[in-house]
């Protein structure tokens, strides 16, 4: 269909054109993941299934060409399917082989699956359809680390791409759906006229907005923090994450000393500035959905943000970066005359509700100096002690850089993931030294076994890559946080025959700033040992 086609079809009442596009593919997406979600909970045998589910659904869809799509609808399919076809490609389960029958089999099946996934996102390139696999499969490896792992990790670093990609198929699915039931023949024939190459254009406007929500809320997270909307604007002291991200082994830039003061001195500096920048520039993402240009500058803001949190920080949203980058790539393709009223207040109605649809994630909480870190060492053979950065943990070291593998023992900070809160009632007096009441029965005290058991697991996958190929590249793992791999040199050169035994710690301590650099006053610590297996009960 010509874009004068298209023009017209929208005149004709673009309300109504618009709110059937949007809501028939709202629809279709909670179908979908309801569908998704069933087999999931169902048990290990159905979560394997899933892929397959996956790809007999883009199968019955095969015959859409890329060609026959909107050209921004084009990119973003075929470009969220590579990233995340790589990613499953590049991040298989580093869980170790020998535990069980069942454990055995959904690791050679999801190791098989991963060729076959990546696959499916090349040929997405040129069968749109086929984009919904590798979401799928990325969906179906991240539980089967939970069920394999007893553990909930979460799903913030990938869980955007995977939701535009199967509402990009669910336009598919449900525009051939549309087009071919005969039960109401005046919709059937009002989607034709709309065309493909419309609907798909509208989807891809739409899935900006779902996009541009969890930006919005993360705003909207901010403002309803305990302690007033604007307390995080004017008192949050962004620089002490970058300053706990550096003590705990984090910070890009650390074995950078001199460069590391010198930004970490200017973010202390500017955070006034940058604390009101990044809160408007969130807040602000449902009024750039009315013009192209101000949808693809936002959106390289974001990026620009992205891309300093991961400098002052080691937190990588690089998947993130990346469908951002894809956005502005695409939305260069829209035409400016598809930009109207009707679509444009549908989609600024869909970035509000999001939440109750989509994955939506809110990122809001108060950066606090009182740190309560979990520390994994490895006792060595010859009774030297190393930390072991979070790398080593493959598919779980999202958990332990967050430090939320769990604490075992009362007495620390009422804080959470490096050292963040989301009440006035703790940010305050932590900004007053740290004057805070112990965690007596908080939420993650965890049982010993939950935390001896995924440390014991790694330790056996990493045993098996020593045996099978003389190192474990750690290191190599896409991880969301990545562990500076020059402060944890002398680890790395060691093997993981060479451990005895392990010590988890757990420490609670003030961060504070002495001559530029992180400085911690230990307030409470403990630890547990353990052992390389587990004891028989």
Known sequence: MSIAAMDDCRNDNGFLNSILAVGACIACFRGLTWVFGRLDAWGIWTLQALPL???????????????????????????????????????????PTGISTASDTLLVWFSIAAYGQFGCAVLSIFRPSFAVVPAVFVLATKDAANRL?????????????????????????????????????????????????????????????????????SAIAKIMLEGGPFLWVANNPTEVLAYNAWYSGFLPLAHWETISIAV??????????????????????????????????????YDLTHVTIFLVSGIFFWKWILLNLL?????????????????????SLVLLCSPLIFNIVWLGWYDTPAL????????????????????????????LAQHDLGRPMAGHFPTETWGSTKTSDILLPALKGCDLAPDEGWHLRQDREKIEKPIQLLHRYALQKEASSGAYAYDLYPHHIWSNPFLFGEFSSVLPSEINHYLYKTESVCISVVDDRPMARFVHEDEIEIPLVAKAK
């Not at 095969?62 to 470009?79: D, N, Q, T, W, Y």
């Not at 500017?270 to 013009?291: D, T």
């Not at 080593?392 to 958990?399: A, E, H, K, Q």
Request: some cysteine; hydrophobic content about 55%; charged content about 15%.
């Open 372 to 399: 309560t870190r979990n520390v994994i060492v490895a006792v060595l053979e010859d009774g030297r002690e190393l930390e072991v950065p979070s790398n080593y943990f493959g598919t779980i070291s999202l958990m």
């Open 53 to 95: 589910v996956a790809l007999l659904l883009a199968l019955l869809m095969r015959h859409i060409l890329a060609s026959e799509v909107a050209r921004p609808f084009r990119l973003l399919a075929a470009g969220l399917a590579l990233i995340l076809g790589t990613y499953g490609l590049l991040s298989p389960l580093t869980y």
């Open 264 to 301: 970490l001195t200017g973010l202390a500096f500017l955070r006034p500035l940058s604390n009101v920048l990044l809160f408007v520039g969130q807040l602000a993402s449902i009024g750039c959905l009315w013009r192209r240009w101000s949808m693809i500058a936002i959106t390289l803001f």
């Open 149 to 217: 792992f007893d553990l909930h990790m979460s799903n913030t670093d990938y869980i955007a791409l995977v939701d535009l990609a199967i509402y990009g198929f669910a336009a598919l699915l449900v525009y051939r759906a549309l087009e071919l039931q005969t039960l109401a023949p005046r919709i059937a024939e009002r989607v034709k006229r709309y065309g493909l190459k419309s609907w798909t254009l509208t989807a891809f406007l739409t899935s900006v907005a779902i996009h541009f929500a969890n930006y919005f809320y």
């Open 327 to 347: 956005l502005v790539a695409a939305l260069r393709q829209v035409p400016k005359s598809v930009l109207r009223a009707p679509l444009l207040i549908v989609n």
